[in-house]
Structures are given as C-alpha cells and as structure tokens.
C-alpha cells in the first residue's frame, strides 16, 4: 500500500487537474469510477481466492476508502499518517466478518458494558 502513496505522492499535480475536470462533466466522472472500481474488484477478487480479503467488503467501499485517506492525508508531510490510514482499511478488509459491535463473536454493542466506575 506504500507503493500507491509513492504512487499518488507523485501524481498529486494530475490528481488535482483530474478532480477539477470529474467535477465538471459527469460522464467522464461516471466512467473513471467505474474503471476504478474495477480495478479495485480485479485486486478484492485476487485476495478474496487467496484467503486474505473478505468478500463482503465491496470494491466501490474500499475505493471511497482509499479516495477519502488521501484527501485528508495525501501530501508528502502527512506520509505517516496515510500510512496509519492505510493500516485501518487493510486491517478492516482483512478482518473476520464477525467484527461489528453486537453480533456473535463481536465486541459489545457501545454502552451495553458500561466500564468499571464508568457514568
């Protein structure tokens, strides 16, 4: 994943003429994500037969994932922090589906137990 912010670091020019120009026209918006969320699914997919990615992370949700690290963090002084980042969603794709709050295997649901001396 460094390897796409060393990527995206130098890009960063294109990145910003290709954001202004998605902005104003919407099919060539449409049409860039959908190669996107293609190329997303082709690597999701190589994972999900290689046992490391789960299948119920969509690709549309990993791409917005990725488009949201880097316009918070996607400059080179932010470097340590994108890689936090990108940590979080790797570690949320290849996470057991039994994570959310409440269900079986899960953590408790917030507030249902509360800490020691907790109010």
């Known amino acids: 994943m460094s390897q796409v ?5 130098t890009k960063q020019g294109m990145a910003e003429s290709l ?3 998605l902005r104003s026209d919407a099919e060539l918006s449409s049409r860039t994500r959908e190669q996107l969320t293609a190329a997303v699914e082709t690597l999701r997919l190589a994972g999900i037969a290689q046992g490391v990615i789960r ?3 969509p690709a549309p949700d990993i791409l917005m994932a990725l488009a ?3 316009l918070v963090a996607g400059s080179r002084p932010q470097r340590e922090q994108a890689e936090r980042l990108l940590d979080l969603l790797m570690d949320g794709v290849t ?3 039994r994570w959310r709050a409440g269900e079986p ?3 408790p649901i917030f507030g249902s137990n509360p800490l ?3 109010r």
């Open 95 to 97: 996470r057991p589906d």
């Open 105 to 107: 295997g899960g953590p």
């Open 116 to 118: 020691p001396g907790a």
């Open 19 to 21: 954001q202004s120009l």
């Open 5 to 9: 912010l060393d990527y995206l670091d």
């Open 68 to 70: 949201g690290i880097t």
């Open 55 to 57: 299948e119920t992370v």
